[in-house]
């Protein structure tokens, strides 16, 4: 058998570079680059291979690691998890930094490939600078951290261990039920080690990502279910998008007449106008989603894990509804005792809809649906209209604004704060697969990196990112990286003066406003920051604006430069969309604060009509 003699970094580099995948019949690679910022425990040997092949696995240079783990879920997203990014990060802090992202991508389960670097696996210099060492425990480091956060968790100690653990990680990421972050780290004298690796490790392989079907005595037990059903109703979530099942489910819906709602993940599967579509639903939902949910007797969960924000905390649903769950996570299909399909959604989809043969739901309840959401659109178009709020403009004003000018291509990004609520309630998606909002970890941060992630994808569209004065502060890095790398995104900055969303919460629960808005925290003055001035500094074209009209101008000369461009406008901190379902949080037993004890004893009431578990 032939050999090739490198180092245990070459031979990882030498593999990432001959995996390929297929997209639309095109092959093309399956890892398109690397975002890497070097320290001593990655620059010497994986960055040597890694500049040997830059033409080919190309590496981009972020500004911190943590944003680099963003625009690797951004860009994962945005190619609907067909192609991966690999991020590199020293030892010890650096590594560390990636922890956040990589929560993201786990939770979200998205593919991100992590190799860092790590301590040495022979001791010799050890303690080495930057190691955590624990006084019981000499194998730990603070790579131990991510097998809380990754799908695959690996340490190389031999340069020969890489031709078992890669193919796994890759094998992980690629799997629809297993898809989540990879982590390796390599000790940095294994990094250095030459071995005699055989050729064939290195020969170039097509990956295809698998489609599992149901298990057959399910899908006859769920589509005699859906037979019985008088009033079923369809939840499209994530994996719709990312199994690209959108056009099987359209055909699923419309030939069997059930409304079909959307989770914030599952968001952009339809236009807004489909007459199938009904809005999304739970926490962050429309009131017509939410009505027919709290009327469903059979409940067909598609690609959704069914988190607090979709369900209401378990308050949306009837009591009594039975869900059916199709999902290539057995661990999601199983959840409140539905009935479990665990498959791929395309082609769990197919198989239902052929095994429903020509049974139509009663006409009168898709009705019903059209109407609610008809009721709900004239509430948003009302609430989007200008003169809403007195002073300066609202979320939802903006949101509206925005969405006149994109493209129906345009692609739009949020993920934390009182945005995502706004824009998965007001965004009207003209284009299926073109809305992003993170919020199954809800990253503040995510947005700006992941615009420059989505951006690289490198499709025929203008990324726009819309985040608040508190996220921009928290990173805003990126701008410069998507400058430098020639990726331009269109950044809106809403400033309504710190923590909004949350001071909401703080006192919609009976708190006193405290520590979010800017005014209530501990400062001589609330200072404004000229954000305007913050994002020319790093290059990249910027404008304020105070009015909807200024807006809608700036909007269309961000979308002719030629590079990231920011726009910043004043907004209202107390104006937000209604349709909200109940939430479960913590509320203060006893307090000295009666609107509290108020809150408390609201709060139990809510928690009465909640599905626990069954």
């Not at 001959?18 to 994986?46: A, D």
């Not at 009131?287 to 009327?295: C, F, K, M, V």
């Not at 410069?480 to 020639?486: A, D, F, M, Q």
Request: aromatic share 8%.
């Amino acid at each position: 058998m032939a050999k090739i003699r490198c180092t245990a970094a070459q031979a990882v580099v030498r593999y990432l570079s001959n995996q390929f995948t297929e997209i639309e019949g095109e092959r093309v690679p399956l890892f398109p680059g690397v975002y890497g910022i070097f320290g001593h425990g990655n620059v010497t040997c994986l960055g040597e291979a890694l500049e040997a092949v830059q033409d080919i696995l190309p590496t981009w240079r972020g500004q911190n690691e943590q944003s680099m783990g963003f625009a690797a879920i951004g860009f994962a997203k945005a190619m609907v998890r067909r192609q991966i990014m690999v991020v590199t990060a020293s030892i010890g802090p650096g590594t560390a930094n990636l922890l956040t992202a990589a929560g993201v991508a786990h939770t979200s389960r998205l593919p991100m490939l992590m190799i860092c670097g790590e301590s040495f696996a022979r001791r010799h210099p050890d303690p080495v600078m930057q190691q955590i060492e624990h006084f019981n425990d000499p194998t730990q480091t603070i790579n131990d951290a991510f097998k809380t956060v990754s799908r695959y968790w690996d340490r190389i100690t031999y340069p020969e261990q890489i031709m078992s653990s890669l193919p796994q990680a890759v094998a992980t990421m690629l799997d629809p039920g297993d898809c989540g972050p990879a982590f390796i780290g390599m000790c940095q004298d294994v990094q250095e080690m030459a071995w005699d690796y055989p050729e064939a490790f290195f020969a170039p392989q097509l990956h295809l990502i698998p489609r599992p079907r149901p298990d057959r005595l399910q899908l006859a037990h769920a589509a005699q279910c859906l037979m019985n059903a008088k009033r079923p109703l369809i939840i499209s979530g994530g994996g719709v998008r990312y199994s690209q099942a959108e056009a099987e489910l359209e055909a699923f819906a419309v030939r069997h007449g059930i409304p079909v709602v959307e989770t914030i993940a599952g968001k952009g599967a339809f236009t807004h106008d489909h007459p199938i579509h009904m809005g999304p639903i739970g926490i962050l939902g429309s009131t017509s989603a939410n009505e027919l949910a709290s009327r469903a007797d059979v409940v067909v969960a598609i690609g959704t894990r069914l988190m607090d924000f979709v369900t209401g905390s378990w308050t949306v649903f009837d009591q009594q509804a039975q869900f059916i769950s199709l999902n290539a996570a057995r661990f999601d299909a199983h959840k409140h005792r539905a009935i479990p399909l665990v498959c791929d959604a395309r082609e769990g989809i197919i198989e239902l809809n052929h095994a429903l043969g020509e049974w139509v739901a009663a006409p009168a309840w898709l009705a019903k649906g059209r109407a609610a959401f008809a009721d709900w659109n004239a509430l948003i178009a009302k609430n989007q209209e200008p003169g809403v709020t007195a002073d300066v403009p609202s979320y939802a004003q903006v949101i509206g604004v925005v969405n006149a000018v994109a493209a129906p291509e345009d692609y739009i990004i949020s993920a934390a704060g009182g945005l995502p609520g706004e824009l998965v309630k007001g965004w009207r998606v003209k284009d299926p697969g073109t809305f992003d909002c993170e919020f199954g970890f809800s990253c503040m941060g995510y947005e700006l990196s992941a615009g420059w992630g989505a951006a690289m994808a490198g499709k025929k569209q203008d990324v726009f990112v819309m985040i608040g004065d508190g996220t921009y502060m928290m990173m805003n890095s990126d701008i410069y990286s998507s400058v430098l790398s020639g990726h331009k995104f269109i950044l809106l900055v809403c400033d309504n003066g710190g923590y909004a969303v949350i001071n909401r919460l703080q006192n919609a629960k009976g708190g006193a406003s405290f520590n979010n808005l800017l005014k209530d925290c501990r400062v001589k003055e609330p200072f404004p920051v000229d954000f305007v001035a913050n994002a020319e500094s790093m290059g990249a074209y910027a404008r304020k604006v105070t009015s909807l009209e200024q807006l809608e101008d700036a909007l269309k000369w961000a979308k002719g430069n030629d590079r990231t461009t920011v726009i910043s406008i004043a907004t209202d901190a107390h104006h937000w969309t209604p349709g909200d379902a109940w939430w479960d949080v913590g509320v203060p037993e006893v307090s000295e604060r009666e609107s509290v004890n108020q809150a408390h004893r609201e709060h139990l009431e809510g928690r009465k009509n909640q599905r626990i578990g069954i």
